[in-house]
Each structure stands twice: as C-alpha cells, then as structure tokens.
C-alpha cells in the first residue's frame, strides 16, 4: 500500500469516528455519567425525519390490539388502539434512508373529540444516534395540522432527555399516514 493511500485510510477514520455519538453503556458507566454530570453543559439537539404508520395491506407496520364496547358507537372511536413499530425516514418517500424506527401504542383516548394517547418511542439504528432512543409521551389532537406533543426521556447520548415534538401529516389515504416530525430536544 502506498503512503498515501495510508494517509487517505486514516483520515477517512479520523473523520468517521465523530459521526456517531455514544455513551458508554453499563451501571458503572451510568454511575459516572451521573458523577460529572454536574461538568456537562446542557445543549440543545433538533431532529427531523417522516414517521410511517401503515394499518393494512403488504407493508403493514401498525396492529389493532384492542378496543373497548363503545368504539363503533363514538365518533372519536373510543377505546381503539394500535401497537405499531414504524419506519422513520430521512424524506417522505419510504425509500429514503432508514435512521430508526418509531415503537408503540396509540389510542383513542377522548370521548368527544378524536385525540389519541401515544406512548411513542423512537429508537435510532443510523447515523449519529444509532443506539439512543427518545421518548414521547402525549396526547395528539389527530384532526388538527400541528401536533405538539413532550418528549420526557431518552437514553444514551439522550439521558434526561427532554424537549418537544411536533408532528404535521404530509400525507394520508386510507391505509398510510406519514407524519413529519420535529423535534428540539435539550440533553447533555
Ligand atoms: C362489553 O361487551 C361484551 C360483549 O358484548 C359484554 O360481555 C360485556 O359485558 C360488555 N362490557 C361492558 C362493560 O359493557
Ligand atoms: C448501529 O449500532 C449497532 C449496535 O451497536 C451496530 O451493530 C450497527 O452496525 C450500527 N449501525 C450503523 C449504521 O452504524
Ligand atoms: C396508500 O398509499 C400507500 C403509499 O403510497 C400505497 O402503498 C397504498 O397502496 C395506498 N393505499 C390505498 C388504499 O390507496
């Protein structure tokens, strides 16, 4: 191999490694992360990717595991609930690259007007948060264009973890609904 080829390898490692943040993982490790973490300065971390939700058909990614005896009767389908682990993306197209998946249960939670409770995980297999995961607990007024909704948690490069996602449909028809999410998360 040539010197310079050696040189190129190098910097193509030097520069890889800073892609990926992490943590060291482990009570001990968590132990420590807690002892300095009166040293750590708080920053602040925005997220944008596209959440897709397919309830039927070849692509299937969200399941009905249950509902309650007033679902057919209420406008807001009281009581029905999905467990689901849906791809998010980079772009809107399904194709796009896969940076995690977004895991769990949603429901309808209102007897009025449709709102779903979400309990809503989203766990990073790419990029510079691969093995961290955020979590999203809310309601979400499914009708109206913006949805806000708090992240309270996260784990690795997001310990303590807490923010705000919005959540604004850009696309739907009977089977799929792909969700555009933002999120400003604050962690250490
Ligand atoms: C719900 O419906 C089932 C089946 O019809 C019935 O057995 C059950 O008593 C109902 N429960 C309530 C709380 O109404
Ligand atoms: C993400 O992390 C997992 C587990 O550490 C690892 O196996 C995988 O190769 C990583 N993926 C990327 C794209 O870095
Ligand atoms: C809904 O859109 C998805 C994605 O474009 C498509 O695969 C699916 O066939 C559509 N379903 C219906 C019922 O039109």
Request: proline content about 5%; aromatic content about 10%; some cysteine.
């Amino acid at each position: 191999m040539k010197k310079e080829q050696v040189i190129l390898m190098l910097c193509t490692i030097v520069i890889a490694i800073p892609l990926v943040q992490s943590v060291s993982e482990g009570p001990k490790a968590v132990k420590n992360w807690f002892k300095e973490l009166p040293l750590k300065k708080q920053k602040s971390t925005n997220l944008h990717f596209y959440f897709h939700d397919t309830i039927a058909g070849p692509g299937q990614t969200a399941y009905q595991v249950f509902d309650s005896n007033i679902t057919s009767t209420t406008m807001s389908q009281f009581g029905l609930g999905f467990m689901f682990d849906n791809p998010l993306t980079v772009d809107p197209e399904a194709s796009s690259m896969r940076i995690g998946r977004g895991q769990g249960l949603f429901g309808s939670a209102s007897l009025e007007v449709p709102r779903f409770l979400m309990n809503l995980n989203f766990v990073f297999t790419e990029g510079s948060f691969n093995g961290s995961t955020l979590q999203v607990l809310g309601t979400n007024p499914i009708l109206s264009q913006v949805r806000e909704m708090s992240v309270v948690g996260g784990t690795g490069v997001f310990r303590l973890a807490r923010g705000i996602a919005t959540a604004q449909p850009f696309f739907r028809n009977d089977t799929s609904t792909i969700l555009e999410f933002d999120l400003v998360v604050l962690h250490y």
